[in-house]
């Protein structure tokens, strides 16, 4: 199975940062990335596929890259809303995927 | 926009056998490149997969629950259901269906249930 491994575990950032997340492959997955954002209470939502493409409706300062083993979700300019927990998830090995551990981004 | 919702008992006792059903509107579940799934998260946890089912039915699982899973659908009702035997206390999650889409070869899941939290204890 593919392993996917999330640093860090925990973000503390204030509004207007920039942060990047960071997302590890046991094994080299091209770019089938797929990046989602869980605000407490709520089921996942989808704001990155393909490693760097962006899903409808998600504002432009959310992106992402990488390919391989190595990918970055960035959010260039943190807003309120923004904070929440974050899982990178392989497609790879679809039907059967992984998702990494999540990031929790928190208000500093 | 297709939407999802989860039902089923949301108590079990320890080997007790969890059955869950994913009802889909918007949408048929028979459409062909879909596959549905199931994801769990523990509270306080992050998410972790269950397993996915193929319109024609066709099923995979996570290895480390596959002794213990069953997935299944039913194109008539519009829904696919997942059965979890011998539930202990990590069981304990809240289970969300989703579905799977296809974007040319990239798949990844676009819509979820609100997720429906199942406890078990004695």
């Known amino acids: 199975d593919i392993q996917m491994t999330q640093s860090p575990s925990y973000l503390s950032a204030s509004v207007g940062d920039r942060v990047t997340i960071s997302c590890r492959a046991s094994?080299?997955?091209?770019?089938?990335l797929n990046w989602y954002q869980q605000k407490p209470g709520k089921a996942p939502n989808l704001l990155i596929y393909?490693?760097?493409s962006l899903q409808s409706g998600v504002p432009s300062r959310f992106s992402g890259s990488g390919s391989g083993t190595d990918f970055t979700l960035t959010i260039a300019s943190l807003q309120p809303e923004d904070f929440a927990a974050y899982y990178c998830q392989q497609s790879y090995s679809t039907p059967r995927n992984t998702f990494g551990q999540g990031t929790k981004l928190e208000i500093k | 926009q297709l939407q999802l919702q989860e039902s089923g008992p949301g108590l079990l006792k320890p080997s007790e056998t969890l059955s869950l059903t994913c009802t889909v509107s918007?949408?048929?579940?028979?459409?062909?490149?879909?596959?549905w799934g199931w994801i769990r998260q523990p509270p306080g946890k992050g998410l972790e997969w269950i397993g996915s089912i193929y319109y024609s039915g066709n099923t995979y699982y996570n290895s480390s629950l596959k002794s213990r899973v069953t997935m299944s659908i039913d194109t008539s009702k519009n829904q696919f259901s997942l059965r979890l035997s011998s539930v202990t206390a990590a069981d304990t999650a809240v289970y969300y269906c989703?579905?799977?889409?296809?974007?040319?070869?990239?798949?990844?899941?676009?819509?979820w249930g609100q997720g429906t939290l199942v406890t078990v204890s004695s």
């Open positions: 393909a490693a760097s």
């Open positions: 094994r080299s997955i091209s770019t089938y």
């Open positions: 918007g949408g048929s579940i028979s459409s062909n490149s879909y596959y």
């Open positions: 989703a579905h799977y889409f296809d974007n040319r070869g990239y798949l990844y899941f676009d819509q």
